[in-house]
């Protein structure tokens, strides 16, 4: 992950694979987003993070988003980098941020601190 190692160089960076992706365990079934995003929320106080600028990328960006509106405080502002939906839904995660999520680079809430 050449971001996530020049990111390192000035900020503490965490690289997550959720299970049933790269180098992660077979949990045995598909997770849903929701779990996805609960275990994702489980990590992060293990991991001694948060709230957390977070970052995301293809179905990561929906996973990041959807831990955005289910555990807000963990979350400072998202980073969602080719994200992708068919078109926007009622319901669906980035229909609840009222953004598009179909964009290459969506950078929400962040500020200077």
Not at 19 to 24: D, E
Not at 37 to 59: C, H, K, Q, T, Y
Request: hydrophobic residues 45%.
């Amino acid at each position: 992950m050449p971001l996530a190692a020049e990111l390192a160089a000035a900020y503490r960076v965490g690289v997550v694979d959720l299970p049933g992706f790269g180098l992660s365990g077979d949990p045995g079934r598909t997770l849903t987003l929701p779990e996805l995003s609960d275990w994702m929320a489980d990590w992060l106080p293990v991991a001694e993070a948060g709230p957390v600028v977070l970052g995301g990328n293809s179905f990561g960006c929906q996973v990041a988003t959807e831990i955005a509106v289910r555990h807000p405080g963990l979350v400072r502002c998202l980073v969602l980098a080719t994200s992708f939906t068919a078109r926007p839904q009622p319901g669906r995660p980035a229909d609840r941020l009222g953004k598009r999520a179909d964009q290459s680079l969506v950078v929400t809430g962040c500020r200077a601190r």
